[in-house]
Structure formats: C-alpha cells, structure tokens
C-alpha cells in the first residue's frame, strides 16, 4: 500500500522567501512521485513528475523538487515566492503498477504574506 | 490541443438519488481515472478506465460505478446518494496506465441535500 504525508497543512511565507512545502512516502515499489498544484475552484494542474530519470526534478514556475530515496522524500521548493503562487499543493505517488491510481497527500496551502 | 472537460459544473441532489458526471478526455489519451475530493482533503481514487474496461478501483462501494466509450469519453454514477457523497469530482485523462501523468479537469461540485 502507498501512502503520502505532507507536512504542515498551512505554510506562510514573504514575498520574495523561500519556498519549502514537505512531503514523505511510503512505497512498497520504486514510485512515480508527483506535486500538483490546485487554485481555488479549479482541478489539479501538474507542477512537476519524477519518473527515476534524475533526482531533481525542474518543474513549471520555478519549482523543484528532490528525490532523496533514504528519507523517502520529494519536497518541493521554490527560491522566491509570488502572490501567485498562494494556492494548494498535493503531493502524489503511484505505484509501477498504475492501475491504483494515485494516491495524494491531505495538501497544504501556501499563503504569502506581502 | 482539448484539455479534459467536465460537465456539469455545479449539481444538487437529495439523498437517495441517481447521479451521472461526465468527463471527456483529452485527445490521444485512453485512460481516465475519477477521483473524490471532499472539501478540505486531498483527492481520493474511485477508479479508472483504460480502454472501456475498469482496471483499477480504491476504496468506494459498488453504488460508485462508471463506463468508458470507444472515443474513451467516460462517466461516474452514484446510486443511492448519501450526505457524504458531497464533494468536487475530478476526472483525469492519460495516455496510459503505467506511471503516465494524468491531466485534471476542472471537476464537477456535487452537492447532496
């Protein structure tokens, strides 16, 4: 069984600040790891995918995130922070099998403070 | 290129109604997968179709059913609503089953009185 925590269900960050949202998984397989981003009333666009091509992974809007398979973590990161990036971030894994689906973390909801 | 599309947008049921959403996938893709979003919580995996045959379900009862058609085009159905069946649906559409990115809709905001 796969399962996805992420840490802290609120992050608040300036302007201009780092971004750090976490997320940890469990896995009985090598997973496909994903962080997905969800704007109020919309669906779930994708940030970014690691597949096991490369450990960081680069993303759309200036995210990334990291593979580190000894900690069984993929937290996601960005150097600078917009207004625009307030929103809620889902961290997602599916197994090699994929006929499980994906199975997402509880989310966390970036604000940013002007 | 079409995104995935769902419709309708918002809907309001009574308990102990039939439901049917529906969601068309984006081209070239022939797997859909819908998931269950309640408010406040990550989304969760009803099931998914890869060429009109279900192969793969999460954690939902048997009054949680769907169908792919040949343009791979795809609909929930919830029989016997119950209170806790309000939440946002989302239908995501991939090109495949293994490790493939699934692309959302916009989902579909059911509301069960």
């Known amino acids: 069984a796969q399962s996805v925590t992420q840490l802290g269900s609120h992050v608040s960050v300036s302007e201009g600040a780092l971004v750090l949202l976490r997320c940890n998984y469990s896995?009985?397989?090598?997973?496909?790891l994903f962080w997905y981003v969800q704007y109020p009333n919309q669906g779930l666009q994708l940030l970014l995918k690691?597949?096991?091509?490369?450990?960081l992974v680069k993303g759309i809007n200036g995210f990334e995130a990291e593979f580190k398979k000894s900690e069984t973590s993929f937290h996601l990161t960005k150097p600078s922070a917009h207004m625009r990036d307030a929103a809620e971030y889902f961290c997602?894994?599916?197994?090699?099998?994929?006929?499980?689906?994906?199975?997402f973390g509880k989310g966390t909801h970036l604000i940013i403070q002007p | 290129e079409t995104g995935v599309t769902q419709s309708p947008t918002h809907l309001i049921k009574t308990r102990g109604q039939q439901v049917t959403l529906r969601c068309s996938s984006q081209?070239?893709?022939?797997?859909v997968s819908w998931y269950q979003q309640a408010l406040g919580q990550g989304p969760q995996f009803i099931f998914q179709?890869?060429?009109?045959?279900?192969?793969g379900r999460g954690n939902f009862p048997p009054r949680f059913s769907g169908l792919q058609f040949p343009n791979y085009s795809s609909e929930l159905n919830v029989n016997a609503l119950e209170l806790d069946d309000s939440a946002l649906y989302l239908c995501?559409?991939?090109?495949?089953?293994?490790?493939?990115?699934?692309?959302f809709g916009p989902g579909t905001r059911l509301l069960v009185l």
């Open positions: 081209s070239g893709h022939n797997t």
């Open positions: 995501a559409s991939s090109a495949g089953t293994l490790g493939e990115t699934q692309y």
């Open positions: 179709y890869y060429r009109e045959e279900e192969n």
């Open positions: 896995s009985s397989v090598p997973p496909y």
């Open positions: 997602a894994v599916s197994g090699r099998g994929g006929a499980d689906g994906l199975t």
């Open positions: 690691y597949t096991s091509a490369a450990t």
